[in-house]
């Protein structure tokens, strides 16, 4: 597992969040979302809270706000939804400007926003200070099924290849002066969808054989284990604390 989770994510550091366990970064991650979502939805105060504290985590990363921000497009269907509930939920209405507007649908859409905003600020900053042999390390400690982890190494592994391979006959069609411009040249996309399928297929194939030649017996050896100090422990929960203290607030208010 020499390969990271891809040059987009993976980002090479030495913060207090990079030097984290996996799996302790892992927990903290699960725990802080959960407990954002739990929140009521009308606690747009304490959400703004908790989206403090995932802009506190991604600074101490320490990675520069541009690869970031960027990452932020996977968020963009919840944006979409969360501008239209005020237009199409049904309830007691409110003027804003010359439109009215449902107002349970402006209270749902801006607890999405921030909810949606502060999860995926959390994930980047695991993404991008967790390497894909740490990130599979990190499950195997937590003692997830050893199938499941083994095929989310091979998928984060070999995904790199078969895009690699997909861009090479991508190149070698436009080469030959192939430009999908219309329903005719779907034959040939289909085509080399297919040859890309064989070959990842054949490639998958020969990986198993060189595996049961090298003693592979069906699980994965665990080399250099992890662990985490009591410490690493408080660093990664902290944020869960916090948000586990905005939650009960939040609740007793």
């Given at each position: 597992?020499?390969?990271?989770?891809?040059?987009?994510?993976?980002?090479?550091?030495?913060?207090?969040v990079?030097?984290?366990?996996?799996?302790?970064?892992?927990?903290?991650?699960?725990?802080f979302?959960?407990?954002v979502?739990?929140?009521?939805?009308?606690a747009?105060?304490h959400?703004?809270?908790?989206?403090?504290?995932a802009?506190?985590?991604?600074?101490?990363?320490?990675?520069?706000w541009r690869?970031?921000?960027a990452?932020?497009v996977?968020?963009?269907?919840?944006?979409?939804f969360?501008?239209v509930?005020?237009?199409?939920?049904?309830g007691?209405?409110?003027r804003v400007?010359?439109?009215?507007?449902?107002?349970d649908g402006?209270?749902?859409?801006?607890?999405?926003?921030?909810t949606?905003?502060?999860?995926?600020?959390?994930?980047?900053?695991?993404a991008t200070?967790?390497s894909?042999?740490?990130?599979v390390?990190g499950?195997?400690?937590l003692?997830?099924p050893?199938?499941?982890?083994?095929?989310?190494?091979?998928?984060?592994r070999?995904?790199?290849?078969?895009?690699?391979?997909?861009?090479?006959?991508?190149?070698?069609?436009e080469?030959?002066?192939?430009?999908?411009?219309?329903?005719?040249?779907?034959?040939v996309?289909?085509a080399?969808?297919g040859?890309?399928?064989?070959r990842?297929?054949?490639?998958?194939e020969?990986?198993?054989?060189?595996?049961l030649?090298?003693?592979?017996?069906g699980?994965?050896?665990?080399t250099?284990?992890?662990?985490?100090?009591?410490s690493?422990?408080?660093?990664?929960?902290a944020p869960s604390?916090?948000?586990?203290?905005?939650?009960?607030?939040?609740h007793?208010a």
């Open positions: 597992m020499g390969g990271q989770l891809g040059p987009h994510l993976h980002v090479e550091g030495t913060s207090v990079h030097r984290l366990p996996a799996h302790a970064k892992l927990v903290g991650l699960l725990l979302v959960l407990l979502v739990a929140l009521p939805r009308d747009h105060g959400r703004l809270a908790m989206l403090g504290v802009f506190a985590v991604v600074a101490a990363t320490r990675v520069p690869h970031v921000l990452r932020l996977v968020e963009t269907p919840f944006v979409v969360a501008l509930l005020p237009f199409v939920a049904v007691p209405t409110m400007g010359p439109v009215t507007v449902s107002r402006v209270e749902a859409g801006l607890a999405l926003l921030l949606a905003t502060t999860s995926v600020l959390m994930a980047v900053a695991f200070t967790t894909s042999r740490d990130l390390r499950l195997q400690r003692g997830v050893d199938r499941l982890v083994q095929i989310l190494a091979f998928m984060v070999y995904l790199g290849v078969v895009g690699s391979q997909a861009q090479r006959m991508k190149v070698a069609r080469s030959r002066a192939f430009a999908p411009r219309s329903v005719r040249s779907w034959p996309v289909a080399s969808a040859a890309l399928f064989i990842s297929y054949e490639r998958g020969r990986v198993h054989l060189a595996m030649s090298r003693g592979y017996t699980r994965m050896p665990v250099d284990p992890l662990s985490a100090s009591a690493d422990w408080a660093r990664a929960l604390v916090l948000a586990l203290g905005t939650l009960v607030v939040a007793t």
